[in-house]
């Protein structure tokens, strides 16, 4: 008895041959059967656990444009600001509440320039408690940067005046201020 299904050989695969979901490919050996294309690439995928790609890209591209959304001038660990007509700028650790638990101590690092003195300190916080504790200013370029801490917001004082200056933080350590924010 003769079978006369319409089959797709592989060497139609190979050379680029359009395979539609109706197509039937042959399996097996002497008890061969007739098997849709599309069961075989529905079988292919769960052996594999990928599902519906194209379910599967359109989630992750969602998934990227909510991260790049909510990090949109939010939660960065590098910041520039200005000391204007002062001498000290403030930065806030935005997620104080959540490093306390995970760490007790972390430094940022200052650099600068104002009125052409150039500043350059790392500043050793303790961030245990309740308030941010200053535990030492080092300074590494002058010696009259100094800083005060209160709740989770740092000031850091004896800066020149009309001077631009960048405070980095560790990766997962945020600056919420309202200078100007890298995206890294």
Known sequence: ???NIPLVHISD???KKTISDDDYMLTGGSTASKVKWSTIVSLIKTKLGIGNIEDSISKIQS???TLNSDLTNKLRNIVIKTSGSGTSISVTISNYDN???KSDKIALFLFGNGNGLSRCAIISINISGEDIIIDATTNVVSENISC???KNVITINGLPQWGFY???APPNV???QGGIVFDN
């Open 1 to 3: 008895m003769a079978i």
């Open 13 to 15: 695969l190979t050379e």
């Open 63 to 65: 998934d990227i444009s």
């Open 99 to 101: 490093l306390k638990s």
């Open 148 to 150: 005060s801490a209160s």
């Open 166 to 168: 960048t405070v980095i």
């Open 174 to 176: 945020y600056i919420d």
